[in-house]
């Protein structure tokens, strides 16, 4: 008996679109992806992922258009890692709406903080995922930053088919 249903094949969009967004790691793998994580190592060690997972996962999503292999050098040697492309780019709004909703109505883990995230364009935090609240500008991926101070980082998020 499989996991769950085969929902390619129905008129319902929603249904469509949870048969390749519904594995909880696909939208975690998309984030790291936008925040320059695309080699395979990086992705491994930033989730916590075992191996023979992530490489089923990576291999499902190139499959279904969400990323796309690209070489990259270390050392002398070629590699491929992983870059979005425009379909995983346009789930920002949705990442970004899971964000603040994680925000407004799970419990923070002690130690954790509030995870801003910046337009570049304007320069302030917004407080929606497709539209910023300051500006009322289209959000796309290569003018924001999520600013995560449990992590002491600020993460510029990458465009289409960038691989950092």
């Not at 490489?55 to 870059?83: F, I, K």
Request: glycine share 10%; charged share 25%; net charge neutral.
């Amino acid at each position: 008996m499989p996991l769950r249903s085969d929902w390619t094949g129905e008129f319902c969009p929603i249904k469509r679109s949870l048969d390749v967004l519904g594995d909880p790691w696909v939208l975690v793998i998309v984030r790291d992806v936008l925040h320059g994580r695309g080699r395979f190592d990086a992705l491994r060690d930033n989730l916590r992922i075992s191996e023979a997972v992530l490489s089923r996962r990576l291999r499902a999503m190139v499959g279904a258009g969400l990323l796309v292999r690209v070489d990259y050098q270390d050392g002398g040697r070629t590699r491929q890692g992983y870059a979005a492309t425009e379909a995983a780019t346009e789930l920002l709004p949705i990442l970004q709406q899971l964000a603040l909703w994680g925000e407004k109505h799970t419990a923070m883990p002690e130690g954790g903080a509030h995870m801003a995230m910046i337009h570049e364009t304007c320069g302030n935090e917004t407080t929606q995922g497709q539209v910023c609240s300051a500006c009322g500008k289209v959000l796309v991926a290569e003018q924001m930053t999520w600013v995560k101070p449990w992590k002491d980082a600020r993460d510029r998020l990458q465009p289409v088919g960038s691989l950092v």
